[in-house]
C-alpha cells in the first residue's frame, strides 16, 4: 500500500524544510554570505550580496566564489530530489566564465538535468545583477550516510 501523497504546499513545504535542516551544516556557504533563495524539486537558487571580501585584484568577483555558487546551487538541486539516507558530494564541475562578475549582487540557479541512483548531472547558471556570467556543469555523486 502506498502512502496518500501529500498536499502540494505540504510537500514543498516538507522539502524546503528538509532542505534548510541540511544548510545549517553548510558552514563554507554561511562564510561567503550565500542564501538559499528559492526551492522547488530539482532546482535551487542562491544569492550572495557582493562585498570587498569576494573580490579578486581587479574588483571582479572572485572565480572561486562563482564556483562555489554554481556548485551550491546544483548540488543542492540534486539533494532536493535524492534520498533522505543519502548524502551528495561533488564528482566533477566545468564552470565557464562569460563576463567578469561586477555588479551588487550574485543570483546562482541550478537544476537536475538527470538523476540516477549513483549520479546526479546537473547544470548551473550564475548572474551578475542582470548578467549571466558564468555556466557550469556538475556531477554530483550518491554517498550512503553511514550509519
Not at 502540494?8 to 563554507?28: D, N, V
Not at 554570505?33 to 532546482?43: N, S, V
Request: glycine residues 8%; aromatic residues 6%.
Amino acid at each position: 500500500m502506498t502512502p496518500p501523497e501529500l498536499p502540494l504546499t505540504t510537500a514543498a513545504e516538507a522539502l524546503e524544510t528538509r532542505i534548510r535542516r541540511r544548510l545549517q551544516r553548510q558552514h563554507f556557504m554561511h562564510h561567503i554570505g550565500a542564501d538559499l533563495t528559492r526551492i522547488e524539486p530539482g532546482r535551487v537558487e542562491a544569492e550572495v550580496l557582493l562585498q570587498q571580501q569576494h573580490q579578486q585584484h581587479g574588483g571582479f568577483a572572485h572565480g572561486g566564489l562563482i564556483a562555489t555558487l554554481a556548485d551550491l546551487v546544483a548540488g543542492f538541486a540534486a539533494v532536493t530530489l535524492a534520498p533522505e539516507d543519502v548524502s551528495l558530494v561533488t564528482a566533477e564541475l566545468k564552470t565557464t566564465y562569460l563576463r567578469p562578475g561586477v555588479g551588487e549582487k550574485l543570483r546562482a540557479v541550478g537544476w537536475v538535468l538527470k538523476p540516477g541512483r549513483r549520479l546526479y548531472f546537473c547544470e548551473a547558471e550564475v548572474w551578475a545583477d542582470e548578467k549571466l556570467i558564468a555556466k557550469a556543469s556538475a556531477t554530483m555523486a550518491v554517498v550512503e550516510t553511514q550509519g
